[in-house]
């Protein structure tokens, strides 16, 4: 019987455990269905209930834990959208959240920092993924800001007290907290800047869910950034009140620009319709504080950011109610299990004690209890809101006096400053007076009324200074009241904390208490149900039995308490069991969760780190593919660039070209540097194939620098004798071939540690001997034998013109023999030409000569002829040179005009050869008549000389061109059976062959420029000085005519001519010399 008495304790210790357990999982089916519906890839603004679940869950749970493990299974690399709703909800947490979710955040710093990285990098469609790398650095700022200064709350609110004890009276931690509050703005700051960029700030845009979705989170960054400007405020003043001004002018350089962005920011988020219902934005002071004045601290007010009443929003599901304090899913209410026992216990005994229970007193009486508090709690919230209002009106009463005084002040300061400065002028007036005291009487009696005045006004000066100290003490006074109403309202708030706590803590003992009597009433009623059983059997046993079955009874009722007391203390062995039990399962699936979550973050940081290692393997194969594929690409650009110095050996193009044996040793030194510069590049590489940076720049010295040898090698072989010329090509050649294999050795991997440049080397030091072998050997000549040189020069110049004259009757002779009519015609006006233009040239060197003698004889005094040669070695060496250039250019035009005849040459050809006597003659004058006197009349002979070796020059070309129309074959142009169609396609194509024939003339002429240039800049003549010099010998060659009257393009300038030539080398003379 009494084993039934212990039911209700194992009923509701049971019902207990199932409660907290079905409330657990309540809790975490809410958090799930809130964080699912905050944090998703749709482009809508996060809803304030689910956020403020979500919040409400960390203060329940006393941290960020649930929220972190749902949020660490989001895929926020799949959705940029989704990543920067995910940074909304999180910063909520870290602002509104318990005071512990920042630890917990912490823990999780890498996954943010990541998200941040990888968005950073990648841009999708909806422009999100710069926006969530933003927000993912800011929230990365605040967690390390708050945890390094903890004693400054996440939502940045902090009274003065707290925040002057974290900033501390150390000047270095207040300059570092200062940079720290700068740059946690500047991240504020580029969040909402970016933003802002995205949107156009019209009404439109911003009433839209896709931008609503963006400026949702600015609501937190506007509340960040009104306290981190006051803080910032406060420190910088700080700051100047223990630093000098120079040294901080960077922080107020920083502060000036973080508080025009501020302002621009909060004037436009204060104009978009988002935000008129949501915040009300503070507004910033037209101009910045002005830290130089101390006093500039009073005048700032701190921006107050207000957050308006949140209406409430309609319900979406049954999922979405609000958590009810009490579960009733697994039981029905107590009224309504109770009711069906009362009506079969009233019928079977009826109703105890006449229908009155004391249950039911119990009852009323907590109801009244409960009114009673609910009436006191009103009443307390209703003192506390006429408090509330009276300190209000006492602080904006405060504030207006306050206000009122601040206006005096500044009156009162201006009235100081307005007599301040009639007492200045009352001075000056009164030292004027002084100074004229003993001229005028009339101004002692002005001195003694300005003193008078003087007088009253210092009384009216310490009147007004004495009101302003008390407008002052006032003032503080006003300050002090509203500090102390501050810290009153403050009480009132804690108060209406601790009441508004009281209460439900009150109400929650009266439910705990109604639970309990309900409880009681159960067991009692239990309790009761026993005793009339037991009455009833009792009743029975009496009547039926006889007075010998009373033992019998006695006997049965001692067996069943022992019984009852045996069940008691099996049913509580049971009951400690059952706990022991439940506790085991909970450690051991507790201990069973720590396994599997660690046992997961191990496969995860060994998947981890077998990725990275697989990562990095494949980088570095890819590094050194890329520096092999580097090298490859280098090294097929220098073969395509010596193949083309190669391609230029066998160019009929460039046979024109020449160039000179000491700039061509100055090349080959530089090629053997460059080939030691290869060699220690390769061994390097062959060390570290991670890095061919080295080889690289060595080899494109390399083709570069040996392309150019092999050119310049090339080009001196034209101007030197046959067997070295050949020499100097076939080593040119070797040398490219040596290097284009050394090249091909270094493209395959097999062969790459084999390839040497050592051959390289030998072909470029052979090309080296030669072309010191072809220097010019002037330098070795005494300076006696200048004399005679300069006799031997023109004497061979002379004879070298005679023998010219003598080949040119034997082409005259042998063409009358071979042709007839218009050829023999042709050839014999052109032969005549050149024999009249070579007899004129040696009137001008017979005229040189003679001025040279008359030189000579006028200026050497006792001196001998080859003293003065020796003493003016430079006239002399130029003398030389024109000499030889004459000599030279008669024998090349021979054999121009020989090729002519025999109708194997060019005819252009005889007209540049025509063009170089010319300028080799001009050389010649210029050289004579540097030291020749202006009167002399030898002189005027070798001009008029001159003149005729540019006439009969002029002839040669003339008659050239003469006979080369009258050779040339013209076909007659009958376009009388073409079409309309087919003549406009010849026109066309004729038109085509035009601008291609000008297109190649004007490329010609640029090359031809360039290379008369280059030719000035070797032999060291400026480019103005040449092109006057042509230009006073009327040597400028003569505009070409352009190719077809319908070109477009104007004629080109004409070009420089080509300078003097230079001394050439001590070789046996070509056959045109013998």
């Not at 008549?929 to 008029?944: T, Y």
Request: aromatic share 4%; proline share 3%; net charge negative.
């Amino acid at each position: 019987m009494n084993s039934i008495r212990q039911v209700p304790s194992r009923v509701k210790s049971k019902r207990t455990e199932t409660h907290l357990g079905a409330e657990r999982e309540h809790f975490e089916r809410q958090q799930l269905s809130s964080i699912s519906k905050a944090i998703n890839s749709t482009e809508t603004p996060v809803k304030e209930k689910h956020a403020r679940r979500i919040i409400l869950g960390t203060h329940r749970e006393k941290g960020a834990f649930t929220f972190w493990s749902y949020a660490l299974g989001l895929p926020l690399h799949s959705s940029a959208i989704l990543s920067w709703k995910f940074c909304h909800v999180l910063h909520k947490v870290l602002r509104d959240g318990h005071q512990n979710s920042l630890q917990d955040c912490m823990r999780h710093h890498s996954n943010i920092v990541d998200t941040g990285i990888m968005w950073g990098n990648l841009r999708d469609r909806h422009g999100y993924g710069q926006l969530v790398s933003l927000y993912a650095k800011l929230l990365i700022t605040k967690m390390e800001f708050h945890t390094k200064h903890s004693e400054i709350r996440t939502n940045l609110e902090a009274t003065d007290e707290v925040f002057e004890r974290t900033v501390g009276t150390d000047i270095n931690n207040v300059f570092q907290l200062t940079v720290e509050v700068f740059d946690y703005m500047d991240a504020e700051l580029r969040v909402a800047e970016a933003v802002l960029r995205q949107l156009n700030t019209s009404i439109a845009i911003s009433t839209m869910t896709s931008g609503q979705c963006r400026l949702a989170p600015l609501i937190q960054v506007i509340q960040d950034c009104s306290h981190l400007y006051h803080y910032s405020v406060k420190l910088l003043f700080k700051l100047h009140a223990c630093l000098p001004a120079d040294t901080l002018q960077g922080h107020r350089d920083r502060f000036l620009d973080q508080f025009h962005s501020l302002k621009t920011f909060f004037n436009k988020a204060r104009d978009m319709l988002f935000f008129k219902r949501l915040i009300q934005i503070p507004r910033l002071p037209d101009s910045p504080p002005n830290f130089l004045r101390a006093s500039a601290l009073a005048e700032h007010v701190k921006p107050v950011v207000v957050m308006p009443d949140e209406e409430p929003e309609p319900e979406e599901a049954e999922e979405d109610e609000p958590e009810s304090l009490i579960d009733i899913s697994e039981a029905p209410p107590p009224s309504m299990a109770a009711q069906p026992q009362v009506d079969i216990f009233d019928q079977a005994f009826g109703p105890p004690n006449n229908g009155f229970d004391d249950r039911d007193l119990q009852i009323e009486s907590l109801k009244r209890e409960i009114e009673l508090l609910r009436a006191e709690l009103e009443r307390i919230k209703g003192e506390a809101q006429r408090y509330i209002t009276q300190l209000k009106s006492q602080i904006n009463s405060l504030e207006a006096e306050l206000e009122e005084q601040r206006v005096q002040k500044q009156r009162a300061l201006l009235e100081n400053e307005q007599l301040r400065m009639e007492l200045e002028a009352t001075r000056r007036r009164n030292a004027e007076h002084e100074s004229t005291q003993s001229l005028f009487s009339e101004a002692e009696k002005r001195s003694q009324a300005t003193e008078q005045r003087y007088n009253k006004l210092k009384e009216k000066h310490a009147e007004l200074v004495s009101n302003h100290a008390e407008l002052l003490r006032k003032s503080a006074d006003t300050v002090k009241m509203l500090s102390a109403t501050q810290e009153t309202q403050e009480e009132v708030e804690r108060t209406k904390q601790q009441l508004a706590f009281e209460v439900e803590r009150v109400r929650q003992e009266a439910e705990m208490k109604m639970e309990e009597q309900k409880f009681e009433m159960d067991k009692l009623r239990r309790e009761m149900d026993e005793k009339n059983a037991e009455m009833a059997r009792i009743r029975s046993t009496l009547e039926t039995n006889t007075k010998a079955e009373q033992e019998k009874s006695s006997a049965v009722a001692s067996l069943q308490a022992e019984k009852e007391r045996l069940m008691r203390s099996v049913s509580e062995k049971e009951a400690e069991l059952s706990a022991a039990r439940q506790q085991h399962q909970l450690k051991e699936s507790s201990l069973t969760q720590d396994r599997d979550k660690t046992t997961r973050e191990l496969d995860d940081l060994h998947n981890k780190l077998k990725e990275k290692l697989s990562r990095e393997e494949a980088l570095q194969q890819k590094l050194l593919e890329e520096q092999f594929s580097l090298l490859q690409g280098t090294v097929t650009e220098a073969e395509n660039i010596i193949q083309d110095a190669l391609a230029k050996l066998d160019d009929p193009l460039h046979i024109r070209c020449t160039s000179s044996p000491d700039y061509l040793v100055s090349r080959a030194e530089s090629t053997l540097g460059s080939i030691d510069k290869v060699k220690a590049g390769h061994g390097d590489y062959l060390k570290n194939m991670n890095d061919a940076s080295g080889l690289l720049r060595a080899l494109t010295q390399f083709s570069h620098l040996t392309a150019d040898t092999i050119i310049n090698g090339s080009a001196t072989a034209h101007m030197a004798p046959t067997d070295h010329a050949d020499r100097l090509t076939e080593n040119c050649r070797g040398c490219a071939n040596k290097s284009l294999e050394f090249l091909r050795d270094l493209k395959s991997k097999a062969s790459l540690r084999s390839a040497d440049p050592e051959a390289i080397r030998a072909a470029v030091q052979k090309i080296l001997r030669l072309a010191q072998d072809l220097r010019p050997k002037g330098a070795d000549v005494g300076k006696d034998e200048l004399g005679d040189l300069v006799d031997k020069e023109m004497a061979s110049t002379s004879a070298a013109i005679e023998e010219a004259v003598r080949r040119i009757d034997e082409m005259m002779n042998q063409a009358r023999r071979d042709t007839e009519g218009v050829k023999l015609e042709v050839n014999e006006r052109i032969l005549f030409s050149c024999t009249d233009l070579m007899k004129a040239i040696r009137m001008l060197v017979i005229a040189s000569t003679d001025l040279q003698k008359e030189i000579v004889e006028g200026e050497r005094g006792a001196a001998t002829i080859k003293e003065f040669y020796a003493r003016n070695s430079r006239w002399t060496e130029g003398l030389i040179s024109a000499a030889k250039a004459v000599g030279w250019g008669a024998t090349q035009m021979v054999d121009s005009a020989d090729k002519v005849v025999l109708h194997t040459g060019k005819y252009e050809e005889l007209i540049v050869c025509s063009h170089e006597i010319a300028a080799s003659t001009a050389q010649l004058v210029a050289a004579s008549k540097v030291k020749a006197d202006r009167n002399s009349k030898k002189l005027g002979s070798l001009q008029q000389a001159s003149r005729h070796v540019n006439e009969m020059a002029a002839k040669v070309v003339a008659s050239t061109k003469t006979g080369q129309e009258h050779l040339e074959e013209k076909d007659t142009m009958d376009f009388s059976g073409l079409s309309l169609i087919k003549l406009k396609m010849e026109e066309m194509e004729s038109q085509v062959k035009v601008l291609e024939l000008e297109s190649q003339l004007e490329n010609e002429r640029l090359r031809l420029g360039e290379l008369r240039k280059k030719h000035y800049e070797h032999y060291g003549v400026p480019l103005d000085a040449a092109a006057a010099a042509g230009d006073n010998n009327g040597l400028r060659a003569p505009s070409p005519n352009p190719v077809a009257p319908s070109s477009p393009k104007p004629s080109k300038p004409a070009l420089f001519k080509k300078p003097a030539l230079a001394s050439k080398p001590n070789v046996p003379p070509k056959a045109g010399f013998r």
